[in-house]
C-alpha cells in the first residue's frame, strides 16, 4: 500500500509523504537544491578567475556601490512584502494579500530595472582625464595605463572602455553570474503577477487553498538570499580591500 494519503481539507488537497510535506514542496525543494549547487559553480567559478584579468576595466572602476545597494535594499524589501501579503491571504484580507503581492512584483521589477541600468552602464563605461590637473594617484590601476595620452596638447582625453561578457574574465563571470540571477527574478516577478491576477479570479487564491503561494514565496526568498551573496563576493570584495 502507499503510504501517501490524500486528506481534503477546505477544497484543497494535500497529499501527504513521510517527510510531511506535499509533492509540489519536494518538489521544489528539490529544485532549490540542484539551482544552489549551479549558483554555487558560478560563484566559485568568478572567485577562481578574480583578479586574473590581463586588460581592465575591473571592479574598482565599474561598480557602483551606492546604486547596487538601493537595489539590494529594494529586493530585500520585497522579501518582507511578501512575508506581510502571506500573512494577510492567512488571515483572510483578501485586499491587503492583494497590495503586498503587487509591492513584491514592483519592488522586484525595479531591482531588475535597476541591473539593466548598471549593465548598460558597463557596456557604455568612459572616464575622461583631466590632463592638466592629472593625479595619477588618485586614478585606478587600469585608468593609470591611459595617461600616456595626455601629450601636453590636450586638456581632456576621453577613454571608451565598456566592459561586456568578451572584454575580460571578470565580464565573462560577472555577467555570466549576475545575469543567471536576474533571469530568476524575472521568472518570480512574471509568477508573482500570474498569482495576482489569478486571485482576482472567484475561487483562484483563498486562506484554505494557498500553497501556490507556499512556492511562490519559497522561491522569492531564495532568490532574495542568493542575491546577498553575490553582493558580498562580487560588489564588496571586488571594491572594498579590507573585504577581501
Known sequence: MANAEVAHTGGHEEHDTTTGLSHKKLLMWAFLGSDCMFFGTFIATYLVYKNRSQVGPFPEDVFDILTTSTSTFVLLMSSMSMVLAYSALTRGNMKGFRIWLLSTCIMGATFLAFQVFEFNEFVNYHFELDCKNLNVEELTDFEATFVDRCDGTKDYVSVDAGLTPRTNLFGT??????????????????WLLSIFFFSLRKGGITPAKHEEIDLAALYWHFVDIVWIIIFTVVYLFGVFPGFD
Open 173 to 190: 563571470t560577472f555577467f555570466t553570474l549576475t545575469g543567471f540571477h536576474g533571469g530568476h527574478v524575472t521568472i518570480g516577478v512574471i
